[in-house]
C-alpha cells in the first residue's frame, strides 16, 4: 500500500509556474506507474502526465511542451513542473500510484488557480 500526499498549490498569474510534488510513503514509486490527473469545477477528471516504472512518459495534449513530470526515487516523490500556465489548467491536481499487482492509490489533491 502507498500513501500519497501533494503540495505546491496555489494561485499563480497566467504565464507563471508551479512545481507539484508528490510525495510517497508505505512504498516505493519506482514500482508504480505514476500519474497526474487534474478535475477542473464541472468537469470530468483528465489524466495530465504519466511516468511509467521505466521512466516512460506520456503527456495530455493540452499541457504538452508546458508540463514535465518526473520522479526521484531516492526522495520517493513525483513531480510536476508546470510552465506557461493558462487559466484553463485552472483545477485540482492529483497524484496517482497504480501497479496491477499492489493496486490504485490517490493523493487528497492540490488546488492550482491561474488568474490575474
Known amino acids: 500500500q502507498v500513501h500519497l500526499v501533494e503540495s505546491g498549490g496555489g494561485l499563480v498569474q497566467p504565464g507563471g509556474s508551479l512545481r507539484l510534488s508528490c510525495a510517497a510513503s508505505?512504498?516505493?514509486?519506482?514500482?508504480?506507474?505514476m500519474r497526474w490527473y487534474r478535475q477542473a469545477p464541472g468537469k470530468q477528471r483528465e489524466m495530465v502526465a504519466t511516468i511509467t516504472s521505466g521512466g516512460f512518459t506520456n503527456y495530455a495534449y493540452s499541457v504538452k511542451g508546458r508540463f514535465t513530470i518526473s520522479r526521484d526515487n531516492a526522495k520517493n516523490t513525483v513531480y510536476l513542473q508546470m510552465n506557461s500556465l493558462k487559466p484553463e489548467d485552472t483545477a485540482v491536481y492529483y497524484c496517482n500510484a497504480f501497479n496491477s499487482y499492489n493496486g490504485d492509490y490517490w493523493g487528497q489533491g492540490t488546488q492550482v488557480t491561474v488568474s490575474s
Open positions: 508505505g512504498s516505493s514509486v519506482s514500482i508504480y506507474a
